[in-house]
């Protein structure tokens, strides 16, 4: 995802998939310094299913998650 959409999905709460698994909601957006010194790098924090854990990732790796269709 693009830093517009990662804070769209933030804003808006919605599910989101990383690496196989769906995530409840993105509950954080944090920016770190650059190890270099110059610029920003900015991670997610998600939620899991059972609001137990949470993993911090890049945006970029980051999808929608796909809608369930009822039955």
């Known amino acids: 995802m693009t830093h517009a959409e990662i804070k769209a999905a933030f804003m ?8 196989g698994v769906r995530y409840r909601r993105v ?3 944090i920016y770190r310094k650059n190890p270099t010194g110059t610029g920003l ?12 854990a949470v993993v911090i990732v890049s945006p970029e790796r980051i999808e929608p998650a796909k809608e369930d269709k009822p039955a």
């Open 41 to 52: 790098v900015m991670q997610a924090e998600l939620l899991d299913q059972n609001y137990r």
């Open 27 to 29: 509950s954080a957006l």
């Open 12 to 19: 808006d709460e919605c599910p989101v998939t990383f690496n």
